[in-house]
């Protein structure tokens, strides 16, 4: 016997002025739950909803179709039964400090526990942050095995390559204010910019000054964490800082280091986990220099069909003329889920990227050891990409900038 179908609700725009007692006040920054108050996005009763945009980002589209097709209820409230964390993590002081974390909620794994009395009153409390366990494993690990690079120790590595970790999902949560403060514009601009880049799709950005939360509709990020998760902030540190390539990370495209280095640094995690330290791969949804797929396959053909062909003294420019800018990424809030880890120094950072690394060091992370990928591991049609990245400034110690050997430096054609 089919469900009973809740009746529609008439559509009420919570930018319009009406009644808000309801509303609990976020008070960012503060280091109890309880006076920092909970994220609600409730979409069941708007007049309790404390922040703007909906759960799950870009998937709240879906979770919209889904509705629509009659597949889900609108007035589903998940069950949180046996979701908690599987490794705790924090608090730490970080969590304190309104400047500190901006993009993230830090009790977003433990919602469903520092707010258990508000979900009992009948708010609609949901996690941002999800903690689980898996194995990963990827050919370059087995081949760095077989090479005697890496050695497996029953704990860490296991002998058949795979690669135990403590596997963390995070939705962003955008405190405006802060956001706006790091970086060091106004925030009155901020929302108007956010709200006309959208079409218009969060009226109360620009109509409801009161609510300082935003989630916004992006992708988040995904850890994963090798070695004891509670050494986290104490122990020695290695870390890869990757930005999604899809072509290169899954499909193993080798017109760029994406997969090379991520491999390359979850080796180095490897190895610091085995030593008694800890690993942690930070994996950001930022495909394309956050310029999306399509317009980087656009840059790829401008590139290769460019006077000359694929270039790496023109390599910056095409993705200029084609974007209107070079990179969006903005690595501003990334420092955030350092903070959220009570990470202060990284010991080993494998990363060439001066914009990671710069980022990290202006809010106070120390980085001891910035570590290259090794040339043996750059593929043939990849060294466009790493000849423009290392004249553009990119850490790489011993590199003199020619511009006769720029110039040289060129990939394939499309044909080939």
Known sequence: ??????????????????????????????????????????????????????????????????????????????????????????????????????????????????????????????????????????????????????????????????????????????YLPGVAKRFGIAESMLRRHLFEQTGGMFPELVTRPDLSVFLPPIGGHTLYIVGDVA???????????????????????????????????????????????????????????ALGEVTKFLVYNARKRQPGGDRADAYFERTECVAGVQDMRFQELMPDIFHWLGIRRIDRFASMSNMKSGALQAQGIEIREQVPIPDELIPPDARVEMDAKRAAGYFAPGFVADPADLAAAKGRTLSE
Request: aromatic residues 6%; contains cysteine; charged residues 25%.
């Open 1 to 174: 016997m089919d469900q009973k179908k809740p009746p529609v609700r008439p559509i009420i725009l919570t930018s319009h002025p009406g009644r808000r007692d309801k509303v609990l006040p976020i008070r960012w920054g503060a280091a109890d739950p309880a006076e920092r108050g909970p994220v609600v996005a409730t979409l069941t009763d708007p007049s309790r909803r404390n922040v703007i945009g909906a759960h799950s980002g870009s998937y709240s589209v879906y979770r919209a179709l889904a509705v629509a097709a009659e597949r889900l209820r609108a007035d589903h409230v998940p069950d949180l039964s046996n979701t908690a964390p599987a490794e705790p993590i924090g608090p730490f002081p970080q969590w304190g400090d309104p400047e500190l974390i901006v993009s993230l909620d830090p009790f977003g794994h433990v919602a469903g526990e520092v707010f258990a009395d508000r979900l009992k009153e009948g708010y609609d409390i949901r996690p941002t942050i999800a903690v689980t366990k898996a194995h990963i494993n990827m050919p370059e690990l087995r081949q760095a095995m077989a090479a005697g690079r890496l050695a497996a120790d029953g704990h860490v590595l296991l002998p058949g390559g795979d690669v135990r970790v403590t596997k963390v999902a995070v939705e962003p949560v955008w």
């Open 231 to 289: 050494k986290l902030g104490s122990a020695r540190l290695a870390c890869r800082v990757h930005d999604e390539c899809n072509g290169s990370d899954v499909f193993g495209s080798d017109i760029c280091t994406c997969r090379p280095y991520l491999a390359h640094g979850i080796e180095v995690c490897v190895e610091m986990a085995q030593q008694g330290g800890v690993g942690l791969v930070i994996y950001n949804r930022k495909e394309g220099r």
